[in-house]
């Protein structure tokens, strides 16, 4: 089946701590982004990435840290720097083929300080 | 800039009863617009988008949603709703005319169905 694959699905952080969420896609989509999620304020756009090798900041990229060297994977860094991690953190992907494509999200990754 | 309002944290509705989720949004050319719907430690599901046309909007499970220009809304209806629908719904905007491709999302809307 074709989907996005978020990993793990909980993750915990120490103080100084750098942490990666993976992303991984098969539906052979060009853009990809990266969601936090905190209750009561809905999603908020940390990077996207339209195409390999690219990407922007989005509202909230302070802290955090991306790469796209592969079309299906776009894994998302939680830095030190970023001093209130705790969140759910959802990964998406659409088609550029058409800029009204839905996008379509994985399962999350649930992010806590230890 | 773009952004979506959601008026209500949470809606309450009898199964069988009519039940609508409101949504406003601002952009600064013509809006693309989704609803989406996030069951408890999952991701979002897509569930209808505008895109133009058509003011009534069909989508996934029964759910519709009316495009109103005039009063900048979009709000989700479904006529007869179901204890499974009770969930987290979001509302989504995208500006045709701008060159970002993400979405803004609003706060969410809880719709709770009890039997």
């Known amino acids: 089946d074709g989907g996005i694959t978020q990993s793990p699905k909980y993750l915990f952080r120490k103080e100084g701590q750098n942490v990666t969420l993976s992303c991984e896609q098969n539906l052979n989509h060009d853009a990809m982004y990266w969601y936090r999620q905190d209750p009561g304020q809905g999603l908020r756009l940390i990077y996207y990435?339209?195409?390999?090798?690219?990407?922007q900041k989005g509202d909230i990229a302070e802290g955090y840290s991306v790469s796209r060297e592969k079309k299906e994977s776009f894994p998302l860094t939680v830095t030190s720097a970023q001093k209130n991690p705790t969140a759910f953190y959802l990964c998406a992907s659409s088609s550029e083929t058409g800029v009204n494509q839905p996008q379509h999200f994985g399962d999350g990754t649930r992010l806590s300080i230890l | 800039a773009q952004s979506v309002a959601q008026p209500e944290d949470q809606v309450n509705v009898a199964e069988g009863n009519p039940l609508t989720v409101k949504c406003t949004y601002s952009?600064?050319?013509?809006?693309?617009l989704f609803w989406y719907v996030q069951y408890p430690n999952r991701g979002l599901q897509f569930l209808l988008k505008?895109?133009?046309?058509?003011?009534l909007v069909k989508g996934s499970y029964g759910f519709e949603a009316e495009f109103n220009k005039s009063q900048t809304s979009f709000h989700l209806k479904k006529p007869s709703a179901l204890v499974s629908d009770s969930a987290l719904y979001f509302c989504a905007v995208k500006d045709m005319d701008t060159g970002r491709r993400a979405l803004t999302f609003g706060s969410g809307t809880r719709l709770q169905v009890q039997p």
């Open positions: 505008y895109i133009t046309g058509d003011n």
């Open positions: 952009v600064s050319g013509n809006p693309y």
């Open positions: 990435s339209q195409i390999v090798n690219d990407f």
